[in-house]
């Protein structure tokens, strides 16, 4: 497998090479055998232990929530099998990432095209607020390439010991008995048997399924339906003098010519912008908010030529099941991609994190057998821990994406620095942060006064169009 030099940097510190393969929460200074011990904990009495083997755990998937489990098991001790389809796989995705991501899971700076200090919200009647003025010097919004993260968590897992085969999960046969593998069918692709790879089969302990919207480790679960939105996206390579202008800026338009539900945006990538759009109520017509979007943003992107164009299913919400004996589903397998803002790269990289800490846990790192108890601790940990951010986001984008009154409405209370302080260092780090009572009063207020000036100008256009 090809590989690509990278300097290794801790958030905005560059750090030693053999840094990059640390679990973030274990300090740097310890040995492997001392990380593994850190993690240890006792593993259910019922659990036998494995004669003269490690566990076997295969991760289906090698996006952000695969990589990442699979760099976490192999460093636990796990035998660590990664089957990813496309290598060069481009989803079609914002690229947007936290801050906190980067210190995380020790991402180097080389792989992060831009680092956006400023937004402009744009609102159905283009009237533009500028959001960014309470960013700290040090902070901003990572923007990567999906291609170039993907490939670059997968390359660390397998320098932790992970195996990465090219191969395409077909379904796995499920065990008779509560020890007995999970028998994997997939074709492989090593270059060697053309385009058509080779039919094989695996036995493997566990499975992590971080497959995507469409998994087929959930189907073989039976983990439910949800609903989904096309997400489309034309990546666009614009002038150079163009190019400047977007060198630290993103664009977010909202309104129903762009999605009835969701918003557009235009985001910065190394020597191009990714104009893109999505929705979950009209799918037919993603093709005409991508044009409307497009038209918004054309005397900024004006003598751009489009060079890839991409669509794919993003999920709305975490599949009715999530867990079945010692199956797992994390990232956009499991559903978690947030309301309103559409986040999801996080929040499927921590997902897979913690769903192989929970099994190298519930196994004292590869020595015994793990059943669901141990993985329903991921469970229960995820939910605690950004379930309720999910549920607000949900409230929002049901409460300010329902018309464009109420858009109209979000833009002008995105001018208010408070509000920007309060979203920034709750996306940024990942955690609710504390509010003002007066403030969070005042704002209640503005807020309802935002929607019936928007309402009312609806009526005076309206006449107008009478």
């Not at 958030?11 to 679990?23: A, H, K, M, V, Y």
């Not at 630290?248 to 539900?261: I, Q, R, T």
């Not at 099994?359 to 993985?375: A, P, R, T």
């Amino acid at each position: 497998m090809a590989t690509i030099t990278l300097k290794s940097f801790t958030g905005l510190r560059q750090s030693s090479p053999d840094q990059t393969n640390f679990i973030s929460h274990v300090p740097s200074s310890l040995s492997l055998t001392q990380r593994r011990t850190s993690l240890r904990v006792t593993a259910a009495r019922s659990s036998p232990n494995l004669a003269n083997r490690n566990l076997r755990v295969a991760v289906i998937g090698g996006g952000p929530a695969g990589g990442a489990a699979a760099e976490t098991l192999a460093q636990g001790g796990i035998e660590t099998i990664l089957i990813e389809r496309k290598m060069d796989n481009c989803k079609p995705c914002g690229g947007a990432i936290p801050l906190c991501m980067v210190g995380e899971f020790n991402l180097p700076l080389d792989i992060i095209d831009r680092r956006v200090t400023k937004m402009k919200m744009i609102s159905p009647s283009n009237i533009a607020v500028d959001i960014g003025r309470t960013l700290k010097e040090h902070e901003y919004i990572g923007m990567v390439r999906r291609e170039v993260l993907d490939q670059y968590l997968r390359e660390r897992a397998e320098k932790s010991g992970a195996t990465v085969i090219n191969g395409l999960f077909l379904k796995m046969d499920l065990p008779e008995n509560w020890d007995a593998p999970y028998v994997l069918h997939y074709t492989e692709y090593d270059g060697k048997t053309g385009a058509t790879g080779q039919k094989k089969t695996m036995e493997v302990d566990a499975v992590i399924g971080a497959d995507g919207a469409n998994s087929r480790v959930a189907k073989s679960i039976g983990a439910g339906d949800y609903d989904y939105a096309i997400a489309f996206q034309e990546r666009i390579r614009i002038p150079d003098d163009k190019m400047t202008y977007y060198e630290d800026l993103a664009e977010m338009y909202v309104g129903d010519d762009v999605s009835p539900d969701f918003y557009g945006w235009v985001f910065p990538k190394c020597d191009h912008v990714a104009v893109g759009t999505g929705t979950v109520t009209h799918k037919g017509d993603i093709k005409k908010f991508q044009l409307a979007t497009r038209n918004r943003a054309k005397d900024k992107i004006l003598g751009g030529k489009i060079i890839r164009v991409e669509a794919h299913p993003i999920p709305e919400h975490p599949r009715p099941r999530r867990l079945s004996k010692r199956v797992a589903l994390v990232g956009d397998a499991a559903g978690y991609v947030t309301k309103c803002s559409g986040e999801g790269i996080y929040f499927a990289a921590k997902s897979g994190r913690m769903c192989a800490e929970a099994i190298v846990e519930g196994s004292q790192n590869g020595k015994k057998m793990i059943d669901e108890s141990d993985l329903r601790k991921y469970l229960e940990k995820w939910d605690k821990t950004y379930l309720p951010t999910y549920r607000v986001l949900d409230v929002l984008q049901k409460v300010f994406y329902r018309s464009n009154p109420a858009r109209e409405a979000f833009v002008e209370m995105c001018s208010d620095e408070y509000v920007q302080k309060m979203t920034f260092d709750s996306y940024l780090y990942k955690r609710v942060a504390p509010g003002n009572p007066l403030e969070d009063l005042k704002l209640a207020v503005n807020t309802i006064g935002s929607v019936f000036r928007a309402n009312a100008l609806r009526r005076e256009i309206e006449k107008l169009n009478v």
